[in-house]
């Protein structure tokens, strides 16, 4: 049985957008984003979801546990452009049942 989450993805228009993501694929947030044409092609995901481009930077705006940072993604996001201190990569954010709700707003293209 597929279980779907739903999150609230603002774009870099500034439009939040209601998506519905399985829980069941191992998507991570760059995936959801770029499934839905979220962000212009080419512009989020560049490194493939390797934690080596911060294309898929976003801004977590709601209160859920996350997993903690690997040293890959503090590093990458220690010279990113435009960091915040609720900043993560969306490659690195896996979909799972404890995201439902999330509320992002991905980060200005570097």
Avoid: W
């Amino acid at each position: 049985m597929t279980q779907e989450i739903t999150l609230f993805i603002t774009d870099r228009d500034g439009k939040t957008h209601q998506v519905s993501a399985p829980t069941d694929m191992n998507m991570n947030l760059m995936e959801v984003v770029r499934a839905y044409e979220l962000a212009p092609e080419g512009t989020i995901g560049v490194c493939g979801g390797m934690a080596m481009c911060a294309s898929c930077q976003s801004y977590i705006n709601s209160s859920h546990l996350l997993p903690k940072q690997s040293a890959d993604e503090l590093a990458m996001l220690a010279e990113a452009f435009h960091v915040q201190e609720n900043s993560r990569l969306g490659c690195q954010l896996f979909m799972t049942p404890d995201l439902d709700g999330l509320n992002v707003t991905l980060a200005p293209e570097s």
